[in-house]
């Protein structure tokens, strides 16, 4: 939790296996948000378009210990306080450990941040984010508390977005230059109330395209998550940020 210190223990051993006692220490803790959650595999949680560049998000580790005489040191490390973000925060923690020619060995361990606030997931009922045109689309969707507990969460509105995207031209220092403009129109909406023991369904019927379907709570802080997906057969390009490519 933020601002919960979680002890963490190095276990050092030279190449031919004698502890590596009396060496230092150094790392940091680098911030990173994800839509995913284990416990619930499958689901996807928080905005899909949300920008999560954290990666100057990096607090250095200070005052780390030297280890033992068994090689092992051990040493609290907290979060103070995490970005505003609708995803879940995971703490990739970097430790490295020097001898004495200055040649250092790296380990990282992830700490998932928990979360203060209700959560929305959704799981798509079909794989690699893309069902067939004409089809219907389909999607559970549950509600997790703070504590990671299943919860009825009732007033639910959801609403499916057809997603397109052009590019505009424009002069600027006597040259030209272009930039992409998405827009969505909105396919169908609704509302549905989230169950402790049941996985709601949300079905729409979709044609060829790109779509995103988002859950959002009832209140101004409650929680929303998306999910983005597409209709048809569809190709992952090297690059969608230029105008020379024709979605077909």
Known sequence: AVGEPVRLVVNGRLLYGAPASGLSLEGEVSLSTTTEWDVYPGYRFGLADEQDDLSGNVTELT?????DEDGRAEFPVSIDAIPSTTRFVNAEVRVRMREGAGRAVERTVDIGIVPDTDSIGI?????????PEGSTARFRVIAVGADGERKDLSGLSWKLERIERRYQWYRSNNSWNYEPVTTTTKVDAGTIAAREDEEVLISSPVTWGRYRLEVTGASADAPVSSVEFSAGWFVEASSTETPDGLEI
């Open 123 to 131: 799981r798509p009922e079909f794989s690699g984010d893309e069902v």
């Open 63 to 67: 005052g780390l210990p030297l280890t």
